[in-house]
């Protein structure tokens, strides 16, 4: 058995470690940030194709102990990489720390490299050219107070990258992101759905392929494909099998979406007929005040825009109170989650929160706030 590790945004680490259960992986672990499990190089392959939350799959190669910058090149070295790779690959070395005592990360970043570099100076006569850009074979050290992990990268770019690249707009929600928002709220595929600030379209998309069987990776390759290790015949079977659950996107599902700016629907549109989802989401174009709930019942997801120009705070500080009372008067029976990087919407929407869970978009602090939407109930004053 194999030790991987799973990262995610953070805040989504109890969602992801649901999906991989589900998913049946054995010995799933919740840590700060990603999710740990045990499993084989099929294990991996799945996770890669199925795993709607997660970042990448890293598979643990080697772990030790350190005093000095010396050990981690030590272990490094001792590492057999050419079981997994040949140097004829491009390499990328990256290194993450928490509370590590030595000075420099760049320094062990290049020490790992030349570690490797010199092993297969020694086993192959020639070593892997670096690229830093679009590498091959990623590896990264990750380094605490007194221990150190090297792993290998199953994914190559993130798995937040769906395979079919969408226009994302200015301000991007990232795809594992919108998928782990939707689990942490409790939705499923029967619930209706509703984005009234859809932007690019994001919720709307990782809905429909939730709902008809879509898995997020069928469109793209990986890095395990170029690995040894992985048996191309079970990554066949795997997306044969797939490939054979997938429903078609023949009909409308109860999803729906709209924003205040023509540019946006027209994105959204171009982006859900580019994975062949047309005709499974309805859009239309609307001011989100001037909006009604499309069935008596429902879930609104949505990510409203916030201030990040000056003079957008003094919009949004007169945006919030509208949009508070147009969720009251209007979307009773209905439950909102609403995610913002701007901290003062709880106040200012003047609602009840039900609940609120610290995100992160990429740098971004968020929250998601939950509302349950009861008439004449929730008012606060």
């Excluded at 069987?213 to 990554?235: I, M, N």
């Excluded at 879930?299 to 916030?306: A, I, L, Q, S």
Aim: hydrophobic fraction near 40%; aromatic fraction near 8%.
């Amino acid at each position: 058995m194999i030790q991987f590790y799973a990262p995610c945004p953070k805040g989504l680490e109890s969602v992801l470690a649901e999906e991989l259960t589900e998913l049946g992986l054995e010995q799933v672990t919740v840590s700060d940030a990603g999710v740990a499990f045990r499993g084989n190089a099929r294990s991996a392959m799945l996770v890669n194709l199925e795993s709607r939350i997660a970042s990448r799959v890293l598979m643990q190669v080697a772990q030790g102990t350190y005093e000095r910058e010396d050990d981690i090149y030590t272990l490094a070295r001792e590492t057999p990489w050419e079981d997994w790779f040949d140097s004829e690959l491009t390499l990328k070395v990256e290194t993450s720390a928490i509370k590590c005592p030595l000075k420099s990360i760049d320094f062990l970043t290049l020490r790992v490299k030349d570690a490797i570099c010199d092993r297969f100076r020694e086993t192959e006569g020639q070593r892997p050219s670096i690229d830093v850009r679009e590498p091959q074979v990623q590896v990264h050290l990750h380094l605490d107070r007194f221990d150190m992990t090297l792993y290998l990268d199953t994914s190559g770019p993130g798995l937040f990258r769906r395979g079919v690249e969408r226009d994302t707009g200015a301000a991007p929600l990232k795809k594992n992101l919108a998928s782990g928002i939707l689990r942490l709220a409790g939705w499923k595929p029967d619930t209706p759905l509703y984005d009234p600030m859809c932007g690019s379209g994001t919720f709307l998309i990782e809905a429909a392929q939730i709902t008809l069987g879509h898995a997020p990776g069928l469109g793209r390759s990986f890095a395990f494909e170029l690995l040894d290790g992985f048996a191309a015949k079970d990554w066949q079977d795997l997306k044969s099998a797939a490939e054979e659950r997938a429903q078609p996107a023949n009909k409308e599902l109860p999803i729906w979406g709209s924003d205040i700016a023509g540019y946006a629907v027209a994105m959204t549109r171009e982006n859900l007929a580019a994975l062949g989802l047309d005709a499974a989401v309805l859009l239309k174009q609307v001011n989100v005040l001037e909006s009604s709930p499309p069935v008596l019942e429902g879930m609104m997801v949505t990510n409203p825009p916030y201030g990040v120009r000056v003079g957008e705070d003094d919009e949004m500080a007169e945006f919030y109170p509208l949009f508070g009372d147009v969720l009251k008067r209007r979307y009773s029976g209905w439950n909102a989650y609403i995610l913002s990087g701007d901290l003062r919407l709880a106040k200012m929407i003047r609602l009840s929160v039900g609940r609120r869970m610290p995100l992160f978009n990429g740098q971004i602090d968020c929250r998601l706030f939950q509302y349950t939407l009861i008439a004449g109930s929730n008012r606060r004053d």
